[in-house]
C-alpha cells in the first residue's frame, strides 16, 4: 500500500516539475517572436514576389514555427552553461528512474518535440510522408543531443532521442488524423 502512495507522490511531483519547466519556458517568448515575425514576413513577401499571392495563413505559420525553434534552441543548449554537463547514456530507457526529477525530463522530451511533428505536417506536403518526417525528428534529435554532447550544454541520452522522436511523430499523428477528418467531411 506505502509502495502506491510513494508512486502517487513521485508522479504528482514530476507533474508539478513538468509545469514548472515549461512556464519558465514562456519567459523565451517575446524574443523569439519578435525575430520570427522578421524571417516569416520576410519568406512571405519573397513568396508574393514569385507568386504574386499573399497568404497570412503561411506567415503565421512560419512565424509559430520559427518562434518554437527560437524557445527550442534557447532551452536546449543557450540556456545551459558551456561545459556544466559531461555524461553520456546510450542505455534505452535508463533514465526512467524511481524519482520525479529524472521522469519529468523523459516526459518534457517528449512533449518539447510533439509542436516540431505538428509542424512538420503543416508546413509542407512533402513532410506528410511519415518515414520523412520521422527521419526529419530523428535527425533533429540527434543533432541536438550531438550539439549538447560537444558544448557540454546537456547530457548525450539515447532516451532523449527516443523521446524526442514519440512526440513529434505523435504530433504528426494528431495532424494526420485532424486533415483525414477533414478530408472525408468535405467529401
Not at 20 to 44: M, R
Not at 55 to 73: A, G, P
Not at 110 to 122: A, E, R
Request: hydrophobic share 50%.
Amino acid at each position: 500500500k506505502w509502495i502506491c502512495a510513494l508512486k502517487f507522490e513521485i508522479g504528482r511531483f514530476m507533474i508539478q516539475i513538468v509545469i514548472k519547466d515549461i512556464t519558465d519556458i514562456l519567459c523565451y517568448i517575446g524574443l523569439s517572436s519578435l525575430i520570427s515575425i522578421v524571417f516569416a514576413l520576410t519568406l512571405t513577401t519573397v513568396m508574393y514576389r514569385q507568386t504574386h499571392k499573399w497568404s497570412w495563413i503561411f506567415c503565421l505559420k512560419w512565424w509559430l514555427f520559427v518562434s518554437y525553434l527560437i524557445v527550442m534552441l534557447q532551452v536546449v543548449l543557450l540556456s545551459r552553461e558551456p561545459g556544466s554537463r559531461t555524461a553520456t547514456d546510450l542505455i534505452p530507457f535508463s533514465t526512467w528512474h524511481t524519482d520525479a526529477q529524472s521522469q519529468a525530463y523523459f516526459v518534457e522530451n517528449f512533449i518539447m518535440f510533439l509542436p516540431m511533428g505538428l509542424f512538420l505536417y503543416v508546413n509542407g506536403k512533402r513532410l506528410r510522408q511519415f518515414r520523412i518526417t520521422i527521419f526529419l525528428l530523428l535527425g533533429s534529435s540527434l543533432l541536438i543531443e550531438a550539439t549538447q554532447f560537444i558544448t557540454r550544454r546537456g547530457f548525450f541520452q539515447t532516451d532523449d532521442i527516443i523521446m524526442n522522436v514519440l512526440g513529434g511523430a505523435v504530433g504528426w499523428g494528431i495532424c494526420y488524423i485532424v486533415y483525414k477528418i477533414k478530408s472525408a467531411e468535405s467529401h
